[in-house]
């Protein structure tokens, strides 16, 4: 029997013992050692594996506690707007819980595996001519005329539930100098600073952006936000103001990486240390090749989302299959050429 992180956690969390918990078993995610990553940047690199929630993010953490307060306080409905990944969980968890979904996505720019589970749990998916941004703004419009629960990272409760992730880290690591994660509505690295502040922690927040949708390294929202990683294809970032302050009270830094450092981190994940994450995710192991840790010794790398959600990008990146006749010469000949 695995718990969820509401029971794991519920000391921590804004929930009590009587409240009604929608749970998939998340959080207690893998933290693995890297070591051909810590060869490379001469430091101890670990990744934490978020990919191994039960709908291969890290929304999950926050997708049960926000769920969770949705069912306490009445709801009937939940939306959101997603670059994909929020939309999965959502509808995950809204299935789970009797609760209807709405998810508002980007035309185009959502990776197959994302849209699958999305129609899959029955959400309604709508897809905007327009970019996530926009979606976001419309979906905060829409939840002030109508009782439903808006389960984006605006929501309090997301931030609750994943800042469990620092908790996990922290259990594992006595020390910590530095941790790398990439940034998109900059709900995640806020909801790290939360959790490692609550356990008496501050190790230097490094948050990597890409380059084609970087407003925090800017300093001005992106009107067109462009880039492969398209979980992160976001130009105006929800929690800008707390991600900022994650970044320079722990005296770390927001960075920029291309679309070709992000793809090369990626295929280095996967074929050196044997995972596989997302191209958004490996903004984080991108940005630590490309920027450094500012000399820290001990890093984690938040891998946020797994490979397998974005199978196009993947086959686009890769050496074509070796196609053989059913005969034991060719077969011999294509494995051994
Ligand atoms: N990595 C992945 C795989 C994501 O899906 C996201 C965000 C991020 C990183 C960035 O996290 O927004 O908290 O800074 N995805 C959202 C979504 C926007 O709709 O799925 P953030």
Known sequence: MSFGLIERYRDRLPFAPED?????????????????LSERVEADVWLKYEGLNPTGSFKDRGMTCAVSAAVREGAEAVICASTGNTSASAAAYAARAGLRCAVLVPEGKIATGKLAQALMH???????RGNFDQALTLVRELVERHPIALVNSVNRFR????????????????????????VGNAGNI??????????????????????????????????HPETVASAIRIGNPARWEEA???????????????????????????AREGIFCEPASAASVAGLLAHGAGGAQRIVCVLTGHGLKDPG????????????????????RAVLA
Request: glycine share 8%; aromatic share 6%.
């Open 122 to 128: 029955g959400a309604r998916v709508i897809v905007i």
């Open 313 to 332: 990008t993947a086959l686009d990146q890769v050496a074509a299959v070796v196609p053989c006749e059913p005969e034991l010469a060719a077969v011999e």
């Open 244 to 270: 900022m302050d994650a970044m320079t009270s722990s005296h770390g830094a927001v960075r920029a990486v291309s679309d070709a450092q992000i793809l090369d981190a990626y295929r280095f994940l996967a």
């Open 20 to 36: 009604p918990v929608v749970s998939l078993g998340e959080g207690s995610t893998p933290l693995v050692h890297a070591p051909a």
């Open 190 to 223: 806020t909801a790290y600073w939360k959790g490692f502040n609550e356990v008496g922690r501050r190790p230097r927040m490094f948050g990597f952006q890409a380059a084609g949708a970087a407003p925090l390294v800017a300093g001005a929202p992106v009107q």
């Open 159 to 182: 931030l609750e539930g994943q800042k469990t992730a620092a908790f996990e880290i922290v259990e594992e690591l006595d020390e910590l100098d530095a941790l790398c994660i990439p």
